[in-house]
């Protein structure tokens, strides 16, 4: 069983940068890869970007390529997402997720088992 909870959110105008994190309980955070997802209101939860257990593979989405850093801290059991150059289509609730360590499928919310609250992230013209 793993336990996310996400932080960091908040206002910020267009342009800035935000730093989310993700803090995980339990003893093997490193087998698991994590990933961060996005839902706005009114839209589907989409894909944003994914990190592997060792850190050594990452993938994004393309409307973040760029702009979002994603990375890992095994020692803190904590994700990161480094968010810059923001802009008001980033406003969304953000959501950390962990799941197998197997490379396939990672931009597919259901392979993830392990979903955080979320943290909201506002983003203004």
């Known amino acids: 069983q793993v336990q996310l909870v996400e932080s960091g959110g908040g206002l910020v105008q267009a342009g800035g940068s935000l730093r989310l994190s993700c803090a995980a309980s339990?003893?093997?955070?490193?087998?698991?890869?994590m990933g961060w997802f996005r839902q706005a209101s009114g839209k589907e939860r989409e894909f944003v970007a994914a990190?592997?257990?060792?850190?050594?593979?990452?993938y994004y989405a393309d409307s973040v390529k760029g702009r979002f850093t994603i990375s890992r801290d095994n020692a803190k059991n904590t994700v990161y997402l480094q968010m810059n150059s923001l802009k008001p289509e980033d406003t969304a609730v953000y959501f950390c997720?962990?799941?197998?360590?197997?490379?396939?499928?990672?931009?597919?919310?259901?392979?993830?088992?392990?979903w955080g609250q979320g943290t909201q992230v506002t983003v203004s013209s």
């Open positions: 997720a962990a799941r197998s360590a197997t490379w396939t499928m990672i931009r597919e919310s259901a392979s993830y088992t392990y």
């Open positions: 339990g003893r093997t955070f490193s087998s698991y890869a």
């Open positions: 990190i592997s257990g060792s850190g050594g593979n990452l």
